[in-house]
């Protein structure tokens, strides 16, 4: 009796064994196999648990998904490779969140491409869902700029004399025209004036020391400063990531702190770049013995606060935060910059629309290329924002969001990309509104690569490095993918992105796009999703022909 009962025992468990296997394996493949749309509808994209979800995501009608046949076998290698890396990362997430980020309601789109090669296939892991993309909406942004303004557009902030200029007196305004220009230099750290250095110079050579009319902003047809909707709640509009955008900017509509500790007990020494910003300075910052670093920065239309704490040990600290009002800012720094050149304004700083003008003295050019990389490589979101008021006030006429994402739209169809699905409400992916698929991503950056040696050089070099340049400085610095990758990466809560192009040794390059929306849980971003994205570029990297 105890031996059969042992006999039954044994077969039992083997029996049970075999079916948690069975069910893993199908697990696995349900996990990475691509969605039904109800399937989809189930995957959360709210900031926090606590948020409603995002409308549902459809899958677009875009092209077919290739079936397997059709995979070049370096393709197929990838494939296989990137559905086990992606089920092993979801049960990670799953086990670091405690169960709230799951298989039932994680996304995850893959989609990668040899570059140029599309008759080969792709690997297609929920490519075509629409999904919130973050900063790699960035993508869509520059292209579009490079495609339909071209890598020589320049952004140009035209100067003129509504009257005539006797005896070193301009008898009229001077009247400023908006062209959208971030005037951004991080090199400056918020010191602007050498960005205004030209128009100064140019203006002495005219012999002008005073102008007896006003200063007169013509913010033509852009926008009115504003958050874009779907962004984050007004508690963080004070950040730098939250810097409006219009018309006129200046240092892409940030001011900068700079705070230097004095003795124990003691007011810290603190200034505030731009110089003439405008704004009521109120200062606050004790310098104490401890190692904490405490210093909080913000402003509003009633001023800027810098307060709190810093260790009397440490170095100057210095950081960005959003202005309240971007062309405010333009019109105090360069009124500021005329009279510290002994330019005397006797009228007032005045903000008009279509205001008459005259001879022009000067126009304040910056070439579109130079902002690119701090667009891509650095992230940064008011310089992606002015670049699409810039786009839409160029292409279409109004220097508005809405203009913009007609413009970058314009540009999908003629890169040959659909967009189907696709909706773009900000330059930059911090709004929550913004779809767009891994597939799309991937057509894109495709195309974009093809097109003209500077389009494509421009686009491609603008992009960040492994291991040693913009948000991937600190990423991906094996042997495998040293010098392979250039990327754009993505987050904002409950969404991580990775996509761009990666060598392989035989020379070629795959094209790849990687987005994930998931209920939003702190340390996931980090803990799981870089790092399966960065194991998904080392397999592209390693993989043979």
Same mark, same amino acid.
Not at 38 to 55: D, L
Not at 356 to 382: C, H, I, K, M
């Given at each position: 009796m105890a031996r059969g009962a042992g006999n039954v025992l044994a077969r039992t468990m083997r029996l049970a064994l075999i079916l948690a296997l069975n069910c893993a394996a199908a697990y696995a493949l349900w996990l990475t196999w691509p969605r039904s749309?109800?399937?989809?509808?189930?995957?959360?994209? +709210?900031?926090?648990?606590?948020?409603?979800?995002?409308?549902p995501a459809t899958r677009p009608a875009l092209r077919p998904t290739q079936p397997r046949a059709e995979l070049s076998r370096a393709l197929r290698a990838v494939d296989t490779g990137a559905r086990a890396i992606v089920a092993r990362w979801t049960e990670s997430a799953r086990q670091l969140s405690q169960n709230k980020v799951h298989a039932g309601n994680v996304a995850i789109a893959v989609c990668v491409r040899e570059l140029g090669q599309s008759e080969s296939g792709e690997v297609d892991l929920g490519a075509a869902r629409s999904m919130l993309p973050a900063s790699n909406l960035k993508l869509v942004t520059t292209a579009a700029a490079l495609t339909l303004l071209g890598p020589d557009w320049e952004f140009q902030t035209r100067f003129e004399a509504s009257g005539p200029i006797r005896g070193g007196v301009l008898e009229g305004d001077l009247v400023v025209r908006a062209g959208g220009d971030p005037l951004f230099d991080p090199q400056l750290r918020g010191d602007c004036d050498a960005l205004f250095e030209p128009l100064l110079a140019r203006l002495g050579e005219l012999g002008i020391t005073a102008i007896q009319g006003d200063l007169v902003l013509d913010e033509g047809a852009f926008a009115d400063p504003a958050p874009a909707p779907g962004w984050p709640s007004a508690s963080q509009h004070w950040a730098e990531y939250c810097a409006l955008s219009g018309g006129f900017s200046v240092n892409r509509g940030c001011l900068h702190a700079h705070v230097a500790p004095t003795s124990v007990g003691q007011l810290a020494h603190v200034r505030v770049f731009p110089r003439g910003h405008g704004l009521v300075e109120r200062f606050g910052v004790r310098s104490a013995a401890d190692n904490k670093n405490a210093v909080n920065v913000g402003a509003n239309a009633t001023g800027i606060t810098v307060s709190g704490q810093i260790p009397t040990r440490s170095g100057a600290w210095d950081g960005p935060f959003a202005a309240p009002d971007p062309v405010a800012l333009f019109g105090n720094v360069l009124h500021s910059a005329l009279e510290r050149r002994g330019i005397v304004l006797s009228g007032r700083l005045l903000r008009?629309?279509?205001?008459? +003008? +005259?001879?022009?003295?000067? $126009?304040?050019?910056?070439?579109?290329?130079?902002?690119?990389?701090?667009?891509?490589?650095?992230? $940064?979101?008011?310089v992606a924002d002015q670049l699409l008021l810039a786009m839409g006030n160029e292409l279409v006429g109004a220097g508005t969001r809405e203009a913009g994402a007609r413009a970058a739209r314009d540009a999908l169809t003629a890169l040959g990309v659909s967009t189907d699905g696709f909706e773009l409400v900000d330059g930059s992916g911090l709004s929550r509104g913004n779809r767009v698929s891994a597939r799309q991503i991937v057509a894109l950056l495709d195309s974009v690569a093809q097109r003209d040696a500077a389009t494509a050089n421009r686009y491609v070099e603008s992009l960040a490095t492994p291991g040693k340049s913009g948000t991937l400085d600190d990423r991906m610095t094996s042997s495998l993918t040293a010098g392979r990758v250039r990327a754009k990466t993505g987050y904002i809560n409950g969404v991580s992105a990775l996509s761009g192009y990666v060598e392989r040794d035989d020379g070629r390059t795959f094209v790849f796009s990687i987005l994930v929306n998931y209920p939003h849980t702190d340390g996931l971003h980090r803990g799981c999703w870089r790092k399966m994205q960065d194991e998904i570029c080392e397999l592209l990297a390693s993989v043979k022909a």
């Open positions: 749309e109800s399937t989809h509808a189930a995957a959360a994209t +709210g900031a926090t648990t606590s948020e409603p979800a995002a409308a008009r629309r279509h205001a008459p +003008g +005259g001879a022009e003295l000067f $126009t304040l050019r910056t070439p579109l290329w130079t902002y690119l990389d701090e667009v891509n490589a650095q992230s $940064t979101n008011a």
